[in-house]
Nanobody, 124 residues
């Protein structure tokens, strides 16, 4: 059974940092791309960063320079390190997986497996 489970969200103050984790089960990294996405209230889900199985990465311009995506294959875990958090970073954060055979992209339509999300709230 394929499953993604996110954790690490919480409430932080402006300028703080968080590291989100996504534990994957039933997924072979060699055939999937993994990504981090977020969805704020009333807004569409947006892609933040993605990691291809060849270790190439993508990052959205809106968060570039403040985030780092990485993985621990042995632990089947994908990470998102977020620094200098801002109130506009408040959202539900999701981990997604998509086939590595397709276009490497941050578009949510390319990702077919999703976790349940972890909430990040940034306050001033």
């Amino acid at each position: 059974q394929v499953q993604l489970v996110e954790s690490g969200g919480g409430a932080v103050q402006v300028g703080g940092s968080l590291r989100l984790s996504c534990v994957a089960s039933g997924i072979t990294y060699s055939t999937y791309c993994m990504g981090w996405f977020r969805q704020a209230l009333g807004k569409a889900r947006e892609g933040l960063a993605a990691l291809h199985n060849d270790d190439s990465t993508l990052a959205a311009d809106s968060v570039k320079g403040r985030i780092t995506i990485s993985r621990d294959i042995a632990a089947n875990t994908l990470y998102l390190q977020m620094n200098n958090l801002k109130p506009e970073d408040t959202a539900m954060y999701y981990c997604g997986a998509g086939s590595s055979r397709g276009l490497f992209t941050l578009r949510t339509s390319a990702y077919t497996i999703w976790g349940q999300g972890t909430q990040v709230t940034v306050s001033s």
